[in-house]
């Protein structure tokens, strides 16, 4: 009895893969959207398991800080004192200052240093670095330092070189000891605001006390590092720190770990690729289980013979269903396995391209045994799911009632030739294919909804794109009018006449100054730090749009506010804000004038006049907008640096093809992810439209025995597909829309606002792509109608 | 070799010459029909008999040009099928045959009289659909599906559907064999009438050797060669059938 059994079960075995490579065309399509989906499963999720064990072994190795409290000045005894508090592991205190740096050989040209201090003889307790290249400082040094990796980098400095120092217009030059990795820099962010900064301007490196005090002037600190121990009340921590630190000095800004810059940047593209991780595999899921009912439907259809023969001659309900349920835990477990062999190896080439990209200090690639078990069952679950349904059905068919042949399908007019009667007046070439709609609905809904997915994917995608591209016009285009800008250090702001001054160069068609003010903002519970940035009423060189898109200026009537306030200060126009500024002792209050599109940065914007009250009354300016004439665009920068105090001068044309490079990433996802979208879509379309003409094969031969050319039966298979498509778009769209909402709530930050936008073009190039999709899908069904063997075909049983 | 009927030139709608049909199967080669000649007036009713693998089915595959023989040369109606390109046969089936299947293959979708207009709007000159209907006797049913049809309702259906394009000739293929005796007599004595009354040219294909009894002539074939060819000089009445 077992070898009987072992015998059958060899038998159906040979079966199956016979069946399976008779219909080697569908198997294929259905397996590769189980592939697809489970691919991309493996490589977003894999990638991301790997992406974050590589961040939180990077932030633990080097003791990234739990929170920072800036300060304004303070005594090195001050860390001891907050050492003391119960429930801190450690505190570093250090100086962490923005000063001009100039390049050797380049002196002329500066970049805004960030210049932060670590200890000569021992590493820091607290925000450590991690050594590249080079060696750390040895006790004692004060003429050399480290420069963080990206900045590096960018100016190809190594160890061994110098770096100039501007201090209060006195130049020290630095030897570079190191070139370092740093948990607070891995994305380098100049600030919350300048979240996309440029290495062409923006650079940090790490000096000793010793070297600081020799730039300063001064010993004492402005910042300092806390961690915390594990399972302490960070909160009460931080206000017993604030507590203890308002008696000597004044509090400027606390940034908890999630509010740190670098790590809200990173955090971001993390959340966002799990994200995607699971959406995205989802829809592919789905759609591969219809896909794989319709397959399998199909094949318990057209082996009703068979089956009924199998049981006739003693076949068990029980072998009948496990023989059919294998055709899809054959599609599941081969799209699973392959799926998640694909995935891995893509997750690594995911882990790497982006590693490479941000330079972390520590790369943890590992086997992520969890998204592996999860894709394998990702992938056989929703097959064997969608395969139980026909498969039960074969097995409870009866034996005589398998092997007869099959009544017509039934007909019926439609509710839509009911209403309008001349529908039914229409050539067959039009009421065929609609009838044949509602002919087998369920599987007309099916390819409806891989439609749907497919063109949400597809959409997704392309708002993506369209999204980046108008931040990007946005910025720099509308937005930011100037073609360079003048940054003054801190310590050597000059006076507002500046502007009349550079006005009068050749090489300047237009100057605009700007007031940036580092200032806290308050509305009830809530409060901010970012700058308040003051204007001309008048500014053309930096223009303001309201969150409806209308140009509007600063004005007397109140501050504006960038569009992510409303929702952090929680905020409405007509409000009154209380604004903290270190220039002056009274906090001054302003009426929420309007809120502004403003893709990078948060800020308030105020005319020049409100900006230099908050600044202590002083009339002077921080930067200088420039409208430079063409011919000069190449030697601005030269005779920028000329001005006595200008850190830096950044030319737009530089930070457009920064913030590109660092969008290049999303973006190029963001193709794949669209061409995941087209895929699934051929996948679907080409799997139902060749079910439904090969089970129509019989009624395709007779039209053509009946004298229908060829190009009319084209026709009507293309008219029903494009029917079928048409209404998959209608829901398709909006889902792609609602889906894109959803997942641009990851981009809604202060640090950068993401618009969704999707050009009008954008609907119509992605329905154009779908209908391209659809009409590739079905030229394999077609060629097989044009060599259909006519005299062999009509004697089959259509159904 | 059986003695062939040859019937006057000007009278001839249909010639085989010398037709042979070889098909490879695998490894085998199958002769399905060897050095068929044949003559058949116009408004003949002619049944081709024979048992399954004879050749019947691939003589009419043939000659309704979904087929292209191995050999020789088929002329219908002054046409010579083996001179025309995939376009050509659409055409020659469009205007010149009727088709009758066995498996009635009426499209699902489309009511009695909609399958008919499926066909009758391929040629120019096309016979009202509710008349062919009269003709099978199904005017009242014109608004059904296939579906709501009976076996012999669907077969008279797709009888009509091959007249209705006015073809000189009617191909049917086992027309009987998927009703029941009554309908089937019923089927045939429609073909008959046809035949008389529109002057058809019908070749019936069945495996029923009583069937025969009804044609004017009668051809017999076995393993690919005609066995028999005569004249039925007293062709009987379908109702008269007893099988």
Not at chain 2, 188 to 213: C, F, P, W, Y
Request: glycine content about 8%; charged content about 20%; some cysteine.
């Amino acid at each position: 009895m077992n070898r009987l059994k072992r015998i059958s079960r060899h038998r159906l075995r040979r079966k199956l893969l016979r069946d399976l490579s008779a219909s080697k065309g569908l198997f294929l399509a259905v397996t590769a959207v189980i592939i697809l989906g489970v691919m991309f499963f493996g490589a977003t999720s894999i990638g991301y398991q790997n992406l974050k064990q590589s961040y939180d072994y990077s932030y633990d190795e080097l003791r990234f800080a739990d929170f920072t409290i800036k300060v304004k000045e303070a005594p090195v005894e001050a860390v001891e004192e907050l050492e003391s508090i119960e429930g801190v592991a450690s505190v570093t205190g250090r100086v962490n200052a923005d000063i001009a740096l100039a390049l050797p050989g380049a002196e002329s040209k500066r970049v805004l240093a960030r210049v932060i201090t670590l200890p000569a003889d021992n590493r820091p307790a607290v925000n450590n670095v991690n050594l590249e290249e080079g060696s750390y400082f040895e006790a004692g040094d004060s003429d050399v330092l480290l420069v963080e990796k990206s900045f590096a980098e960018h100016h190809e400095l190594e160890p061994g070189g110098n770096v100039i120092l501007i201090a209060d217009g006195r130049e020290t030059t630095f030897g570079i000891a190191g070139i370092v990795t740093s948990p607070e820099y891995i994305w380098p962010a100049k600030n919350r605001q300048e979240i996309l900064s440029s290495a062409e301007t923006f650079g940090v490196v790490f000096v000793t006390e010793d070297a600081a005090i020799g730039l300063t002037g001064s010993s004492s600190i402005n910042e300092f590092a806390f961690i915390v121990e594990q399972d302490a009340d960070r909160d009460a921590i931080i206000a017993e720190a604030k507590q203890r630190l308002r008696t000597n000095s004044t509090i400027m800004d606390v940034v908890p770990r999630e509010d740190q810059p670098s790590n809200t940047a990173v955090s971001m593209d993390l959340e966002e690729m799990g994200e995607f991780s699971e959406v995205f595999p989802l829809l592919f899921l789905i759609v591969g289980a219809l896909a794989t009912y319709i397959f399998l439907t199909r094949i318990v259809h057209n082996q009703r013979p068979q089956i009924g023969l199998m049981r006739a001659i003693g076949y068990t309900r029980r072998q009948v269903l496990i023989h059919y349920l294998s055709f899809a835990l054959t599609i599941g477990v081969t799209g699973a396995i392959v799926g998640t062999i694909a995935g891995y190896l893509l997750s690594e080439v995911v882990t790497r391209f982006y590693v490479g990209i941000l330079g972390l200090p520590y790369t943890q690639i590992q086997i992520q045994w969890l998204p592996i078990g999860e894709g394998l069952v990702l992938g056989i679950i929703p097959c064997a799911i969608a395969g139980i349904i026909p498969a039960y059905a074969a097995s409870r068919l009866s034996p005589a009632e398998a092997m007869r042949i099959p009544a017509p399908a039934a007909g019926r007019k439609l509710l839509l030739e009911k209403v309008f009667p001349f529908l039914t007046r229409m050539s067959s070439v039009w009421k065929i294919p609609l009838r044949n709609i509602f002919r087998n609905r369920r599987r007309s809904l099916y390819t409806i909804i891989g439609v749907t997915f497919g063109i949400s994917l597809i959409l997704v995608s392309a708002a993506f794109i369209d999204s980046i591209d108008y931040f990007l016009n946005l910025q720099f285009e509308r937005i930011q009018k100037y073609d360079a800008q003048m940054v003054f250090s801190p310590t050597q702001l000059p006076p507002a006449t500046m502007v009349s001054e550079v006005q009068a160069w050749d090489e300047v068609d237009r100057a605009e100054p700007v007031l940036q003010v580092p200032v806290r903002l308050f509305r009830g519970d809530e409060e901010y730090t970012t700058s308040a940035v003051g204007l001309p009423p008048d500014s053309d060189l930096y223009r303001l749009y309201s969150t409806a898109g209308d140009r509007v200026n600063v004005s007397d009537e109140g501050i504006l506010l960038s569009g992510s306030l409303e929702g952090v200060l929680d905020t409405h126009v007509g409000d009154v804000i209380a604004v903290v500024s270190a220039g002056v002792k009274e906090v001054q209050f302003y009426q929420v004038a309007g809120f502004l599109q403003q893709p990078m940065g948060a800020f308030g914007f105020v005319t020049l006049e409100e900006a230099q009250v908050l600044a202590g009354g002083q009339s002077v300016i921080s930067g200088l907008m420039l409208d430079v004439h063409p011919d000069y665009l190449d030697s601005i920068r030269e005779k920028a640096y000329t001005v006595p105090g200008v850190a830096s001068v950044e030319l737009t044309s530089e930070s457009n093809d920064k913030v590109v490079e660092l969008m290049s990433f999303i973006r190029n996802m963001m193709w794949i992810m669209l061409g995941f979208g087209a895929a699934l879509a051929l996948a679907i379309v080409f799997t139902t439209v060749t079910v439904n003409i090969l089970e129509r094969r019989p009624e395709i031969a007779t039209m053509r025995t009946l004298g229908q050319d060829k190009g009319r039966i084209a026709s009507m298979i293309t008219i029903e597909n494009l029917l079928l498509v048409i209404v998959g778009i209608i829901p398709g769209i909006p889902l792609g829309y609602l889906l894109a909402i959803y997942l641009f709530r990851l981009f809604q930050a202060d640090i950068m606002t993401f618009y969704l936008i999707v050009y009008p073009t954008t609907y119509l190039w992605t329905i154009a792509l779908i209908i391209v999709i659809l009409l590739i899908s079905q030229i394999p069904s077609i060629r097989h109608i044009n060599r259909l063997d006519l005299a062999r075909v009509i004697k089959e049983q259509s159904t | 070799m059986p003695d062939t009927i040859h019937a006057k030139a000007g009278d001839i709608v249909l010639k085989l010459e010398d037709v042979s049909r070889t098909y490879q199967m695998g490894a085998i080669e199958v002769k399905a029909l060897t050095g068929i000649a044949l003559d058949i007036t116009r408004g003949g009713f002619v049944a081709i008999l024979g048992p399954s693998g004879s050749g019947k089915t691939t003589l009419l595959n043939l000659v309704g040009g979904i087929d292209s023989p191995s050999s020789g040369r088929i002329t219908v109606d002054g046409i010579e099928l083996s001179a025309l390109d995939d376009k050509g046969l659409t055409s020659y089936r469009r205007n010149h045959i009727g088709f009758v299947f066995q498996f009635f293959n009426l499209i699902p979708t489309l009511t009695a009289r909609e399958n008919i207009e499926f066909a009758a709007e391929l040629v120019n000159a096309p016979r009202a659909p509710d008349d062919v209907l009269e003709v099978v006797g199904l005017k009242e049913r014109a608004d059904h599906y296939p579906s709501e049809l009976s076996g012999g309702e669907q077969q008279r259906v797709a009888i009509a559907r091959a007249l209705s394009k006015d073809p000189p000739i009617l191909l049917c293929d086992e027309p009987t064999g998927e009703l029941d005796f009554e309908t089937g007599k019923h089927i045939l004595s429609s073909m008959r009438t046809i035949n008389k009354q529109d002057g058809k040219t019908i070749l019936l294909v069945t495996h029923n050797t009583a069937i025969g009894e009804i044609a004017d002539r009668v051809i017999r074939l076995r393993s690919g060669e005609i066995i028999e060819d005569r004249i039925n000089e007293s062709p009987i009445d379908p109702q008269g059938l007893r099988w």
